[in-house]
């Protein structure tokens, strides 16, 4: 067993002075005073000096990151998942982006079949396919090559295996797109996450999306209409939507700051999720790095296509959360929902994830004053300390 002592406790409900908490292998076993009381003698102990302690953090799109990319080499997403938690990523969905249907089903048995032996770090709770059913006049930074519609006859072939126990947990979508309509359906039936993004859907085409079974937007306001006072498009259907979540890069580059406090301002902590977007370039310093084909020109603040085009971010998911305080104002506990508890409900797994309560998965992080990652425990193990990788 391992006992954190003398910390604050903060989760989106919970705040607790000098509070405690017992794991006991990859489960939370006891918190606040049942965890001093339960804690047999010989406990390693863990003195959290006043740091405060919260849930770890779940990013639903990840590309890859310290110069590996999915999409071009799925064999990475283990050795990135084992350095996540140094910004405290604790579990995730590594991101695939447009590519042929062959790379994706790499990908989903690689996450099923591939974990090394004693594996330790951020857990792949399954797939994101971002893409290969998107409108090409919002492809973004996905290879028009690759693109498909959604009821062609292989497509719908693949698809067919798709599930969150076969690996696969959202798919990002054009809702516009012919056949998308019983694509949506279909998938939601299965208990996946079904997103628009990289669409060019009227106000009226999200809106039959969202009720055929959509329930969350990939990275709001990028590769979707413009927000217009008589044509709103997506953009106003997620917003005013109570039912979908909406999915933020939070880097000031994506989305500017004053959209940025508009969106919080409808959606809040309930329907705002924070994801990184990140890229190869993540934790690796500026240069050229890949995006499935293609290349990437990354500076100290953004990745750009050769024309331009954005193509992911190099923001860690801890930094997002603070530039969200800083941009809204918002309180610590609402920020961390968007991060914890919001994408853990979203995919089902509020009762294993995204809180600190007994019979969770033990995943928590040490914060210093500045929310700087300090200590990251992944399933119940210490995977990360400051000035120190596991």
Request: charged share 15%; glycine share 10%.
């Given at each position: ?26 489960e ?46 799925p ?84 698809t ?22 019983a ?6 039936s ?54 979908v979540?909406?999915?933020?890069i ?19 902590p ?101 929310l ?19």
């Open positions: 067993m391992l006992l954190i002592r003398h910390a604050t406790l903060v989760t989106p409900t919970q705040h607790a002075e000098d509070s405690a908490v017992l794991l006991d292998g990859h939370i076993f006891a918190v606040g005073h049942d965890a001093v009381l339960h804690a047999p003698e010989g406990t390693q102990e863990i003195d959290a000096g006043s740091r405060l302690l919260v849930p770890g953090y779940i990013d639903l799109q990840l590309n890859g990151a310290f110069g590996q990319d999915f999409t071009a080499d064999g990475t997403i283990w050795p990135v998942s084992e350095r996540l938690p140094q910004f405290g990523v604790t579990s995730y969905l590594p991101t695939i982006i447009t590519s042929p249907l062959e790379t994706v089903e790499q990908a989903r048995l690689e996450v099923l079949n591939a974990r090394p032996n004693s594996y330790r770090g951020a857990e792949p709770l399954g797939l994101h396919v971002e893409g290969p059913f998107l409108n090409i006049q919002k492809k973004g930074a996905h290879n028009p090559v690759y693109l498909r519609q959604a009821d062609e006859a292989d497509s719908v072939m693949t067919a295996t798709w599930s969150p126990d076969s690996g696969v947990r959202l798919v990002t979508l054009a809702p516009e797109l012919p056949g998308a309509t694509m949506i359906e279909e998938l939601a299965r208990g996946i996450v079904v997103s628009s993004g990289h669409s060019n859907a009227t106000y009226q085409e999200a809106l039959a999306g969202f009720a055929a079974g959509i329930r969350y937007a990939t990275h709001l306001f990028n590769a979707m209409p413009a927000l217009g006072h008589r044509a709103p498009g997506l953009t106003a259907a997620v917003l005013t939507y109570p039912g979540v909406a999915g933020l939070p880097d000031g580059i994506h989305v500017h700051p004053a959209v940025i406090k508009i969106i919080w301002a409808m959606k809040g309930e329907g705002t999720n924070l994801v990184s977007d990140a890229m190869a370039a993540l934790g690796m310093p500026p240069g050229t790095y890949v995006l499935n084909d293609f290349e990437v020109m990354v500076s100290d603040e953004d990745c750009r296509l050769e024309d331009g085009t954005l193509a992911g971010s190099i923001l860690p998911l801890d930094e997002a959360l603070r530039n969200l305080i800083a941009i809204t104002g918002c309180s610590l506990p609402e920020a961390l929902a968007t991060v914890t508890t919001t994408p853990a409900k979203l995919l089902g797994i509020e009762k294993e994830r995204g809180d600190i309560q007994p019979g969770m998965v033990a995943d928590l992080l040490l914060l210093t004053p500045e700087e990652v300090h200590t990251t425990i992944a399933a119940g193990e210490i995977v990360y300390t400051k000035d120190y990788h596991a």
